[in-house]
Each structure stands twice: as C-alpha cells, then as structure tokens.
C-alpha cells in the first residue's frame, strides 16, 4: 500500500507557474510509476504526465508537453510537477497517482490539489 499526499496548488495568473508536490510513503518498493491527472469543473479526470520511480522514462499529455515537467526525487519520497506557462485551462483538481507496473491501472491515489488560473 502507497499513501500519497499532493501540496502546492493555489491561485495564478495566466503566464504564471506553480510546482506541485506528492510525497510518497508506505509500500514504495512495489511503486514502478508516478502519475499526475487533473480534473476540470464538469469534466473527466485526464491524465498530465507520469515517471518512472527508478528511472527516468516520462510521458506528457500533448495540452502540457513543452510546459509541465515530472520529476521525482527518491531520497526524498517526492514526485513534482513544475507547471509554466500555465493556462486558464488548466485549472483544476490536481491528483497524484502510482502503479505498480506499466501494464496496471493507477491504484493508489492523494486527496488531490486546487489549481486555478485565472486570466
């Protein structure tokens, strides 16, 4: 079992950044990727971006690419997501997420955080 708690989130212009937080805790050795999804007012939530927990493969949605980048830093249980350029869409609830493989679902989750832009 992996426990999952986001921070960060707020309030920003358009054009502005943010850096999202996830630390990690509990069962970290069964964890072979992170992932990052968002969910707009009155719609599904969609994937942002994922990395390897040891390693350093990463994928992007194609609305983020060239503006968020994943990262993580494993001494200190964190995974990031540094967001720039950010734009009204894409506002939200931020969610962190972890799976144990490639081929398995995101089954573990964090409360998730508030990212408004405003224009």
């Known amino acids: 079992q992996v426990q999952l708690v986001e921070s960060g989130g707020g309030l920003v212009q358009a054009g502005g950044s943010l850096r999202l937080s996830c630390a990690v805790s509990g069962r970290t050795f069964t964890t072979s990727y992170m992932g990052w999804f968002r969910q707009a007012p009155g719609k599904e939530r969609e994937f942002v971006a994922a990395v390897q927990w040891n390693g350093y493969s990463t994928s992007y949605s194609d609305s983020v690419k060239g503006r968020f980048t994943i990262s993580r830093d494993n001494a200190k249980n964190t995974v990031y997501l540094q967001m720039n350029r950010l734009k009204p869409e894409d506002t939200g609830i931020y969610y962190c997420?972890?799976?144990?493989?490639?081929?398995?679902?995101?089954?573990?989750w964090g409360q998730g955080t508030q990212v408004t832009v405003s224009s």
């Open positions: 997420a972890s799976r144990q493989s490639s081929s398995a679902e995101y089954d573990n």
